[in-house]
Structures are given as structure tokens and as C-alpha cells.
């Protein structure tokens, strides 16, 4: 029986939390995103229609709202750049709102 790592597949998820916006900061809004980077954990609560949900999600690294995209620049793509000028397939997939930083833009 063959596995995933036979097949030499190796799929990641990976999550950066954005820091709140001026106009968040603004108008108080609620925090209900909490990351924790050690536990590679997402924890997200709300109320909804009066009762209190807490969800914990986990990645296989999370990025906290004081990451910079040079961070994640530097720790996650360069080495999967490094990997593609040795002739492997790889791909990036950034998922996310618009204007929330999926772009990095990395410049000397």
C-alpha cells in the first residue's frame, strides 16, 4: 500500500493572521481571531444570536498578526523557491480577501 510521502506529495497549510486595520482600531472592532504560533492554532469566537461559539483550528504553521511578510518571505517561500531551481514542481496557493496581503513584495 502506498502512502502520500511514497508518492513524495507533501501539501502544507499555512495561515498568517493580519494585523487590524486603522479603520479597526478606529471603531473598536472586536477582536475574535486569536492565533497561537507555538500550538499552530487559530482560535475564532463569536456571538451569534446570543450564544457565545469558540472555535480552535490547526495549521501546520500559523503566522500571528506581528509577522511581517518578510517573515513569512523568508521562512516559507525561499525554500520552496530553492526547491522549484532544483527542478521540482511546486506551487504557492494564497487564498484570501483582497487588500490583506497575499502579494509579498521583497525588494533590497
Known amino acids: 500500500m502506498s502512502t502520500r510521502q511514497d508518492k513524495g ?3 502544507q497549510v ?44 490547526t495549521f501546520d504553521k500559523v503566522f500571528g498578526p506581528s509577522a511581517h511578510q518578510k517573515d513569512l518571505y523568508e521562512q516559507e517561500v525561499i525554500p520552496i ?7 521540482f514542481n511546486c506551487t504557492i496557493f494564497a487564498y484570501g480577501q483582497t487588500g490583506t496581503g ?3 513584495h521583497h525588494g533590497g
Open 9 to 11: 506529495v507533501n501539501v
Open 14 to 57: 499555512l495561515l498568517r493572521c493580519r494585523p487590524f486595520s486603522d479603520d479597526e482600531l478606529r471603531n473598536n472592532a472586536p477582536h475574535v481571531v486569536t492565533c497561537n504560533e507555538q500550538q499552530r492554532e487559530v482560535a475564532v469566537s463569536q456571538s451569534i444570536a446570543g450564544k457565545q461559539i469558540d472555535r480552535v483550528f
Open 81 to 87: 523557491v530553492n526547491e522549484v531551481l532544483k527542478g
Open 102 to 104: 497575499k502579494n509579498i
